[in-house]
């Protein structure tokens, strides 16, 4: 079946640091993917996504490349802030028509210090 | 702004009390979606409605129920809550459904089960 794998937190790092939060998915067909954002008693918010194969996403100094060729879709980001400390989900859309259906994985928390 | 609104951010009930949770859009799209997400977990599907079309999860317990009287609402309820109800419940819409469309979440509802 569909599923995501992402790597394990806590991730912790210096600010201004390079950041890469490595995501690997299994679907059939043709999905789309996603990273969302979740800051602390919070709803989840779209940070990015890409629609078809090699599309890049980007938004706020993050980055994301969709690789069919190695189910991947890691993120990263030059110089992390404090502010970018948040819980990252990378999610995959799958189904057809208006079926479309998200599974997320398991979620890899960032701490970013001063 | 166009948005998704959860009432009450946090609900606490007794075991085996009725609860029902509301979720309201501005943005008028055709889909709505209910997730569960457990402590640390990632969100999980338990049903959506396209339009009045109603879909639920082949494993959503029946405990679980959902309502939508009009585009802009759609209501989860909880028959007989159980300890293990206890999470984050997160209300998301997309415009039509499909792989591609982003989905837009709610801030979420906390419920607590005593």
């Known amino acids: 079946g569909n599923s995501v794998t992402q790597m394990e937190g806590p991730v912790t790092l210096s600010e201004e640091a390079f950041l890469t939060i490595n995501c690997t998915y299994t679907a059939t067909g043709y999905p789309s993917l996603f990273w969302y954002v979740q800051y602390p008693g919070e709803g989840l918010q779209l940070l990015l996504k890409a629609t078809k194969a090699d599309d890049k996403g980007s938004n706020k100094g993050f980055e994301a490349t969709y690789r069919k060729e190695t189910t991947s879709f890691h993120l990263e980001k030059g110089s992390v802030q404090v502010s970018d400390s948040a819980v990252y989900f990378c999610?995959?859309?799958?189904?057809?028509?208006?079926?479309?259906?998200?599974?997320f994985g398991q979620g890899t928390t960032l701490q970013v210090k001063p | 702004d166009a948005m998704v609104i959860q009432n009450p951010r946090y609900q606490v009930t007794q075991f085996g009390k009725p609860v029902t949770l509301s979720c309201s859009q501005t943005l008028n799209h055709n889909v709505m979606y209910w997730y569960q997400q457990k402590s640390s977990q990632a969100p999980k599907l338990l049903f959506h409605y396209y339009d009045k079309d109603f879909n639920n999860e082949a494993d959503t317990p029946d405990n679980f129920q959902s309502r939508r009287p009009n585009t802009s609402f759609c209501f989860l309820d909880i028959r007989s809550p159980g300890l293990g109800d206890a999470a984050m419940y997160l209300c998301?819409?997309?415009?039509?459904?499909?792989?591609?469309?982003?989905?837009?979440f709610g801030p979420g509802t906390r419920l607590t089960v005593l």
């Open positions: 998301a819409t997309s415009r039509d459904g499909e792989v591609t469309d982003t989905q837009y």
């Open positions: 999610a995959l859309s799958h189904g057809s028509g208006n079926t479309g259906k998200l599974i």
